[in-house]
């Protein structure tokens, strides 16, 4: 059964950083493409950051640009998003998903995670 496990959320304050780290199994990761969403409360999923199998092409949303940067470890079949610079807006709860398509922006990912809690306060 495929898995994909995301970790490293927590509370954090407004400046600070945190990586999330999303950790695959049961699939063979340099297969996939992979892609970061958030949903805060009350707000639909929105598309954060999305990066190639090879990890040669990346994808961000412009709220993030510059302060989120998305890699990958297929060696270690895991993704990865550095958070720096975190405002209160980004406060929701963070999804990894993977797919053998490259789906981009659209949320027609094959494989989810649980999601991980990220709080930033003021």
């Known amino acids: 059964q495929v898995q994909l496990v995301e970790s490293g959320g927590g509370l954090v304050q407004a400046g600070g950083s945190l990586r999330l780290s999303c950790a695959a199994s049961?699939?063979?990761?340099?297969?996939?493409?992979m892609g970061w969403f958030r949903q805060a409360p009350g707000k639909e999923r929105e598309f954060v950051a999305a990066?190639?199998?090879?990890?040669?092409?990346?994808s961000y949303t412009d709220s993030v640009k510059g302060r989120f940067t998305v890699s990958r470890d297929n060696a270690k079949a895991t993704g990865f998003l550095q958070m720096n610079s975190l405002k209160p807006e980004d406060t929701a709860v963070y999804y990894c998903?993977?797919?053998?398509?490259?789906?981009?922006?659209?949320?027609?990912?094959?494989?989810w995670g649980q999601g991980t809690q990220v709080t930033v306060s003021s």
């Open positions: 998903a993977a797919d053998r398509t490259w789906r981009g922006r659209t949320t027609e990912y094959e494989y």
């Open positions: 049961e699939i063979i990761f340099s297969w996939y493409a």
């Open positions: 990066i190639s199998r090879t990890g040669d092409y990346t």
